[in-house]
């Protein structure tokens, strides 16, 4: 056995992320999940493109949910910003719940590349969701109501 011990390293796993070595190139594959949306980032390193569904993030059409999917990159440097490239396939829920899905997938895939605790810290500091994700979902309606609470409204005459 070699005098190099394999888990010396100190790397930060992230949740949902699992890093892989396609010949020199590193390559992170991560998830992010918020309601019923999933999103899988795959983070290479690159000159900085982020893309959405093969859609490149510039022109994504909401601007709000296109804010909330660049948070974890615009807390970066923009040397670390600009050493990766990022597709995204997101699927599932509604736009919001999408963008927060893609959030995730990006910050905990940003954790797993890099393997910086200080990242880990910044992210866990600025928003603990970017990381650990948010269990709550919508009740199912129920048979013979209106929705998940709501009883039909009853008639005494």
């Avoid at 910086?116 to 969701?129: H, V």
Wanted: hydrophobic residues 40%; aromatic residues 6%; glycine residues 8%.
């Amino acid at each position: 056995m070699s005098s190099v011990q394999q888990g010396s390293s100190q790397e930060v796993k992230a949740r949902g992320a699992y890093p892989l070595v396609a010949g020199q190139r590193k390559i992170v594959i991560s998830t992010g999940k918020r309601k019923t949306a999933v999103a899988r980032a795959v983070i290479r390193s690159g000159i900085g493109r982020v893309r959405i569904n093969g859609v490149p993030i510039e022109i994504w059409p909401i601007e709000m949910a296109r804010m909330k999917m660049l948070e974890p990159l615009l807390l970066l440097s923009e040397e670390l910003r600009n050493s990766i490239d990022i597709d995204v396939r997101v699927e599932g829920g509604g736009v919001m719940a999408q963008a927060d899905a893609v959030r995730m997938a990006i910050a905990r895939g940003i954790v797993a590349f890099f393997g910086s605790e200080d990242i880990k810290a910044l992210y866990k500091e600025y928003d603990r969701t970017m990381l650990a994700g948010d269990p709550r979902q919508t009740e199912p309606e129920k048979w013979l109501r209106y929705s998940a609470r709501r009883f039909r409204q009853k008639s005494y005459r």
